[in-house]
């Protein structure tokens, strides 16, 4: 779970548990309510906010410490609201220490794309958030 949500214990996004096969991976995902934009339709930041965290979880599942470098998601068709559905994560490629990712968010039982998203993502260095700290204490401090 990221850290906003951890403390709740439960994902506010509606993510369920990810299983990893290979160097693939899938999750059920619920879109809540409150993450609606038109009439029983998702907002488009929850697509994409959803994207990035399942496909940044998978990859600490796989023991990866990454950060997102970027996100590109397509729209095909509304997210419905409150629908059960299924993201499936496949691993594109690897250089060095960029992973590039793709995910596809369908409906439970229907395996059409509802919405994709592709990005790449980051093995971060020793001391990644330590560094930011100090960089903000620096900003803080002037
Ligand atoms: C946040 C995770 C915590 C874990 C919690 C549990 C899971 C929760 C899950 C929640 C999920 C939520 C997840 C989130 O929300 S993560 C939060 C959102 N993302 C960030 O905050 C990242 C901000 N950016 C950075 O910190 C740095 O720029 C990074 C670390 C990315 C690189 O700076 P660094 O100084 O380390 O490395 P480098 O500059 O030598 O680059 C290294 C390589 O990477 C390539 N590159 C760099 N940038 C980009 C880019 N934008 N697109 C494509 N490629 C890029 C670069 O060309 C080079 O490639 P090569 O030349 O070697 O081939």
New binding site residues.
Partial sequence: ???GCRNRGRCRLGLGEITIIGDAAHAPVRCAPHFQAGPNVAHGGWTAAMF??I???SL?QRGL??????LTVDFFNPVPVGEAMIVEVVTESR????WTMQAMLRLERDPSPLARAIG?W?E??EG?FER?EAAMRDYRAR
């Fill in positions: 779970m990221c850290g990035d965290d496909i940044g979880r600490t410490r990454t950060v997102t470098g970027n250089a060095g220490r960029r790449v980051v971060r260095r990644h930011h």
